[in-house]
């Protein structure tokens, strides 16, 4: 969905433990940088391929990735973009979330209880081959190399300016990212819009649920006409009360 001038949302559909899901990354551009920001599942570089060519572009042309956090929808075909570039490709990250993108440490949700709950979970109708090919996955998940550091409150010097804001509790990390030309924010999962409402993240998926609700406060500093959701996708009803709402409730 085209949002704005050098702004888009992508939306990734495919199904997923036996339940069609659909996901939003974003893609901002300007005449020097195309930018994707988080990369999907593992597996769907053909889909974040599409999802680019519809809007004129390909992912060979990417210049820089950015990426929220560190779970495994949002880094899982992120080694598959950098190859699928024809020129070096800057990935940047924040500086909690760098060590788990880079495979330095197991991504925090990926306990051995909680990938034998996932691998359990899946329908008897699996072949067991998917299921033991998931299970692998889940314990040597994608990695790559974060080559540079975003610093909460850094305004990133492209495409208009892109600031980084600090929403910790979803991870201990988490990044969202202020598109300051179009007043856009790109929340990843520090917000999710489930039936047109704009809510906090599921408390289960959550390192810490009450700092991810007080780190939302952050984020009241800009004027937000648009939020993107990773999970739920494009919320435009007075942002910036509704972002409020949710911190306090």
């Given at each position: 969905?085209?949002?704005?001038?050098?702004?888009?949302?992508?939306?990734?559909?495919?199904?997923?433990?036996?339940?069609?899901?659909?996901?939003?990354?974003?893609?901002?551009?300007?005449?020097?940088?195309?930018?994707?920001?988080?990369?999907?599942?593992?597996?769907?570089?053909?889909?974040?391929?599409?999802?680019?060519?519809?809007?004129?572009?390909?992912?060979?042309?990417?210049?820089?990735?950015?990426?929220?956090?560190?779970?495994?929808?949002?880094?899982?075909?992120?080694?598959?973009?950098?190859?699928?570039?024809?020129?070096?490709?800057?990935?940047?990250?924040?500086?909690?979330?760098?060590?788990?993108?880079?495979?330095?440490?197991?991504?925090?949700?990926?306990?051995?209880?909680?990938?034998?709950?996932?691998?359990?979970?899946?329908?008897?109708?699996?072949?067991?081959e998917w299921k033991n090919a998931f299970q692998r996955t889940l314990e040597n998940p994608p990695r790559a190399v974060?080559?540079?550091?975003?610093?909460?409150?850094?305004?990133?010097?492209?495409?208009?300016?892109?600031?980084?804001?600090?929403?910790?509790?979803?991870?201990?990390?988490?990044?969202?990212?202020?598109?300051?030309?179009?007043?856009?924010?790109?929340?990843?999962?520090?917000?999710?819009?489930?039936?047109?409402?704009?809510?906090?993240?599921?408390?289960?998926?959550?390192?810490?649920?009450?700092?991810?609700?007080?780190?939302l406060r952050n984020l009241l500093t800009y004027d937000i006409k648009k939020v993107i959701c990773f999970h739920g996708?494009?919320?435009?009803?007075?942002?910036?009360?509704r972002i409020a709402e949710v911190s306090k409730s």
């Amino acid at each position: 969905m085209h949002l704005d001038k050098g702004i888009h949302m992508l939306q990734l559909s495919s199904t997923i433990m036996g339940k069609t899901e659909s996901i939003y990354p974003t893609l901002i551009w300007d005449t020097d940088n195309v930018i994707l920001v988080d990369t999907a599942y593992p597996g769907q570089l053909p889909l974040l391929q599409e999802a680019i060519l519809k809007i004129g572009f390909t992912i060979d042309k990417l210049t820089l990735i950015l990426i929220t956090h560190q779970d495994l929808d949002h880094i899982g075909s992120l080694p598959d973009v950098i190859q699928a570039c024809s020129s070096a490709i800057q990935v940047l990250a924040g500086s909690i979330e760098k060590p788990y993108i880079q495979g330095e440490k197991q991504l925090i949700k990926l306990t051995p209880e909680a990938i034998a709950q996932a691998v359990n979970s899946m329908p008897e109708s699996v072949p067991l081959e998917w299921k033991n090919a998931f299970q692998r996955t889940l314990e040597n998940p994608p990695r790559a190399v974060v080559n540079s550091i975003i610093v909460a409150g850094e305004e990133l010097p492209f495409c208009g300016g892109i600031v980084a804001i600090d929403t910790p509790g979803h991870t201990p990390g988490h990044l969202s990212f202020y598109h300051k030309p179009s007043q856009i924010l790109i929340a990843g999962d520090a917000l999710r819009v489930v039936s047109g409402e704009l809510l906090a993240p599921d408390p289960q998926y959550c390192c810490d649920f009450n700092m991810a609700k007080e780190s939302l406060r952050n984020l009241l500093t800009y004027d937000i006409k648009k939020v993107i959701c990773f999970h739920g996708g494009l919320y435009e009803d007075n942002c910036n009360q509704r972002i409020a709402e949710v911190s306090k409730s």
